[in-house]
């Protein structure tokens, strides 16, 4: 971890991934959103570090397990390998909504461990997912949040009621950070 280079956390299923109701199961359901990969690329060229904090409740749901769960990221990572980069630290919470556990988003546990990890101000570290919990957990934790409409963002956009920016994917999303970079 590059201990002054900016962070980005980014949640997973609905943003990096398609999503699916009956929940994604194993690597070989796990598939790229077209362009996520090709934007965390492009951050991670620009200088940023990036997390993911992730909910996969699926876990305490018996769906799958941890070793399933570390397949799915081991392909994520595998994708951006052919781009000779990674993604730097990968945090989940296996807990059903009701466990009443810090991590699990809305409960900023999993940002503030991030944040922690990385040396970094929760001010200036943007956090990027697709669900209102998303949003809280980044409120919560004192980041700036970001919608994408993949995923559950359509409905989410419906939800926000405060001056969130919202981007059609995780490539708009790359596109208006790399910019920023640029002009500072």
């Not at 962070?7 to 690597?27: E, F, M, Q, T």
């Not at 809305?106 to 940002?111: A, S, T, V, W």
Request: net charge neutral; glycine share 8%; aromatic share 8%.
């Amino acid at each position: 971890m590059k201990k002054n280079a900016p962070l980005i956390i980014l949640d997973r299923d609905g943003v990096i991934n398609i999503d699916s109701p009956a929940y994604v199961k194993s690597a070989e359901e796990w598939h790229p959103i077209p362009g996520s990969i090709e934007a965390i690329v492009a951050m991670k060229k620009a200088g940023y570090q990036i997390a993911l904090a992730t909910n996969q409740s699926g876990i305490g749901r018996g769906y799958f397990d941890r070793a399933g769960l570390d397949g799915m990221h081991a392909k994520l990572q595998r994708y951006l390998a052919a781009f000779n980069t990674q993604i730097d630290a990968i945090y989940h919470c296996p807990h059903l909504p009701d466990a009443g556990c810090q991590c699990r988003k809305p409960q900023p546990g999993m940002l503030l461990q991030a944040l922690q990890d990385f040396s970094q101000p929760a001010a200036t570290t943007w956090m990027v997912g697709d669900s209102y919990k998303d949003v809280q957990a980044a409120v919560a934790a004192g980041c700036k949040p970001a919608v994408v409409k993949t995923g559950n963002g359509l409905d989410t956009i419906t939800r926000i009621t405060t001056d969130i920016p919202i981007f059609n994917n995780l490539q708009g999303f790359a596109a208006f950070l790399c910019e920023i970079a640029i002009s500072h």
